[in-house]
């Protein structure tokens, strides 16, 4: 479930003033640079993670800040608002740090770890660790990924008796683009054991459970995007929460 929005916004003029203040030589303007920052805001109808609702099925503002070295290493923040509750409260923050690179026959890997945390919550401890990879590569058009996370036992992935548990995740992605035209189509297939299971999340005790997308997004105008889903999950359908839905989102990348 990947610092508040005053936070990336502060973090995004610091970068823009560290950037600002390096002299902008001759020499340098066509050098390769070792570091790059990216980062998006965005504004979706629906917070779905793994096809579950972290919204109550209401819009959530998002954004995210990343700076890659040219050795491939980075580290990340994202940030998303949350339906309020005790546990996880109104803001959810992932802090990331990762690797990723080429390895051969087309292939890029992808790995590192993410934290994520609640600073609102004040019941329990939702914060938990995930270790992730994923191994990516073209086919003609199409864009191919699998990928996998772990959470280890631990405080913030419990039983409902709040014992210590362990969650998989394992995922599959293919994003194909519509050639002359700025349109992408993207699907999306996912498998949960665990106690992060959409069956489990909803009381019926099934540690097992998919998740499905399948979607477009375009580029319309400068760096703005906007893209659609039809997102679901398999178990129990909750109104706002795990029912299957339409999910619209408008980003800003820079």
Request: hydrophobic share 35%.
């Given at each position: 479930?990947?610092?508040?929005?005053?936070?990336?916004?502060?973090?995004?003029?610091?970068?823009?003033?560290?950037?600002?203040?390096?002299?902008?030589?001759?020499?340098?303007?066509?050098?390769?640079?070792?570091?790059?920052?990216?980062?998006?805001?965005a504004?979706?109808?629906?917070?779905?993670?793994?096809?579950?609702?972290?919204?109550?099925?209401?819009p959530?503002?998002?954004?995210?800040?990343?700076?890659?070295?040219?050795?491939?290493?980075?580290?990340?923040?994202?940030?998303?608002?949350?339906?309020?509750?005790?546990?996880?409260?109104?803001?959810?923050?992932?802090?990331?740090?990762?690797?990723?690179?080429?390895?051969?026959?087309?292939?890029?890997?992808?790995?590192?770890?993410?934290?994520y945390?609640?600073?609102?919550?004040?019941?329990?401890?939702?914060?938990?660790?995930?270790?992730?990879?994923?191994?990516?590569?073209?086919?003609?058009?199409?864009s191919?990924?699998?990928?996998?996370?772990?959470?280890?036992?631990?405080?913030?992935?419990?039983?409902?008796?709040?014992?210590?548990?362990?969650?998989l995740?394992?995922?599959?992605?293919?994003?194909?683009?519509?050639?002359?035209?700025?349109?992408?189509?993207?699907?999306?297939?996912?498998?949960?054991?665990?106690?992060?299971?959409?069956?489990?999340?909803?009381?019926?005790?099934?540690?097992?459970?998919?998740?499905?997308?399948?979607?477009?997004?375009?580029?319309?105008?400068?760096?703005?995007?906007?893209?659609?889903?039809?997102?679901?999950?398999?178990?129990?359908?909750?109104?706002?929460?795990?029912?299957?839905?339409?999910?619209?989102?408008?980003?800003?990348?820079?």
């Amino acid at each position: 479930m990947q610092t508040s929005v005053r936070g990336l916004l502060a973090a995004c003029l610091l970068a823009g003033t560290a950037l600002a203040a390096t002299p902008a030589l001759a020499d340098d303007a066509d050098a390769p640079k070792a570091i790059t920052i990216t980062g998006n805001v965005a504004l979706t109808t629906d917070y779905r993670f793994r096809g579950v609702s972290l919204s109550g099925g209401d819009p959530a503002i998002q954004g995210g800040i990343t700076i890659t070295h040219e050795s491939g290493f980075y580290v990340s923040t994202w940030s998303s608002s949350l339906q309020q509750t005790d546990v996880y409260g109104s803001q959810e923050l992932d802090l990331i740090g990762g690797w990723s690179g080429n390895i051969g026959g087309g292939l890029k890997l992808d790995a590192g770890l993410l934290y994520y945390v609640y600073p609102s919550g004040h019941v329990g401890n939702g914060n938990y660790w995930e270790p992730y990879a994923s191994v990516s590569g073209t086919v003609g058009p199409a864009s191919l990924k699998v990928g996998m996370a772990y959470d280890w036992k631990q405080k913030g992935v419990t039983t409902y008796a709040g014992n210590k548990a362990d969650n998989l995740y394992l995922y599959g992605n293919v994003d194909v683009a519509i050639p002359k035209t700025p349109l992408t189509v993207s699907g999306h297939l996912g498998y949960t054991d665990g106690t992060l299971a959409p069956g489990y999340l909803t009381g019926n005790g099934d540690k097992t459970g998919w998740d499905y997308s399948i979607g477009a997004s375009a580029t319309v105008y400068g760096p703005l995007s906007i893209g659609v889903s039809y997102i679901g999950v398999s178990g129990p359908s909750v109104d706002g929460y795990t029912d299957d839905t339409v999910v619209g989102t408008l980003t800003a990348s820079f």
